[in-house]
């Protein structure tokens, strides 16, 4: 080989090796980042689209409005017969369908939850005829179909490794929850980590009602919120259901999980049944929707006050019906199986504890 034929050959050489270099720091990032994500628990993807009108928020094909019972509730069908979105009486709440996700939370459990159903809070109370109402077509046009974090986004930010997002002002107003400080009496009986940890102990800043009620953040509870907390935020704070101060002062959602449960908020999907303390479990529990708050009594020492409230997200790919709730045992919220699986099929401790249901 000639030395002309030689230093041509180097830039050749050289140029694969670096791009055999660059290859392999590529494959070992995107290994990393599939690991880093695997841990977190988030939207892991959104697999398909319906399909929609060009710019109107709408599917193709022709649709029709069905009124059903139990609860009274409007149905909009799509052409086919499949459901596209359900309003219920009395309720802000509606399930629409959209692009399918998959929500897990690997560190704590091997339960996946693949669903087409995307939670969201419409501006007014649904009632029959509202379909025909302004209001609901504006916010129809604009929200089916919609990526835009719903509900079931907002509740997956908080679950263990979420990572932190700040508003404008550099408020960290989502990421890793915990439940509570630890409680420094947490033996003979006591519960290990303190209860009472609102949204705005989570934001660590002061929040006014209202009704002109101040509350102000304890220090302790910095980036906590318990059970009911939890739920203020995912419908409160996040998607702006009003708030009430405490169980009496103002209107809107009440502070505590047996609040929220007797509360006139809303919409009793499952009622309350038998006689205190523990009243009864539901006979059937197949009228829950995605996104109805679930109410357990948990704790013999709270009297006839259900003490835990979740937010049911429908069945996971094993079939089982699955709910997302802030607890002690796992410190903050989760669908896992620490402390009770997160079923409300079967026998396991948050099904033979379920006592009623509401959709908001």
């Known amino acids: 080989m000639s030395a002309t034929s030689k230093k041509r050959g180097r830039p050749i050489l050289h140029a694969a090796t670096v791009l055999t270099l660059l290859a392999g720091s590529a494959y070992l990032t995107v290994e990393l980042r599939k690991e880093e994500q695997a841990k977190a628990p ?4 959104i697999t398909d689209t319906p399909a929609l009108k060009s710019g109107s928020g709408a599917q193709s094909g022709e649709q029709t409005w069905e009124r059903l019972q139990h609860p009274s509730r409007s149905v909009l069908r799509g052409e086919g017969g499949d459901i596209l979105a359900t309003f219920t009486d009395g309720a802000r709440s509606a399930t629409l369908t959209g692009p399918s996700r998959t929500f897990t939370e690997p560190a704590s459990t091997k339960s996946r939850v693949v669903t087409e159903n995307w939670v969201r809070l419409m501006p007014e109370v649904w009632k029959k005829g509202a379909e025909k109402e302004q209001w609901f077509k ?9 990526e835009e974090d719903d509900l ?31 409680n420094p009496d947490g033996s003979e009986g006591n519960d290990y980590r303190l209860e009472q940890s609102d949204f705005y102990d989570y934001l660590g800043i002061p929040y006014t009602f209202r009704d002109g009620t101040t509350m102000q953040p304890e220090t302790a509870r910095y980036r906590s919120i318990d059970c009911s907390g939890f739920i203020r935020t995912v419908f409160g704070y996040r998607g702006r259901y009003p708030l009430m101060a405490s169980d009496t002062s103002g209107d809107g959602l009440p502070r505590t999980a047996n609040g929220m449960a007797r509360s006139k908020a809303g919409t009793d999907i499952i009622k309350l049944s038998g006689s205190e303390p523990r009243y009864e479990r539901p006979k059937s529990i197949s009228v829950l929707q995605p996104g109805d708050l679930v109410f357990f009594k948990l704790d013999a020492r709270t009297a006839s006050r259900l003490d835990h409230v979740g937010m049911y997200m429908g069945n996971d790919t094993d079939g089982h019906q699955i709910f997302v709730s802030s607890r002690e045992e796992v410190d903050g919220p989760t669908i896992g199986d620490k402390g009770g699986t997160s079923r409300l099929d079967g026998n396991g401790y948050y099904a033979s504890t379920l006592r009623s249901a509401k959709r908001l």
């Open 152 to 182: 079931f986004a907002f509740a997956f930010q908080y679950l263990e490794g979420a990572p932190v997002k700040k508003d404008d002002e550099g408020v960290p107003y989502a990421g890793d929850a915990s439940f509570g400080p630890i």
């Open 138 to 146: 504006d916010w129809f046009k604009e929200f089916f179909g919609s």
């Open 42 to 45: 988030a939207v892991q993807a």
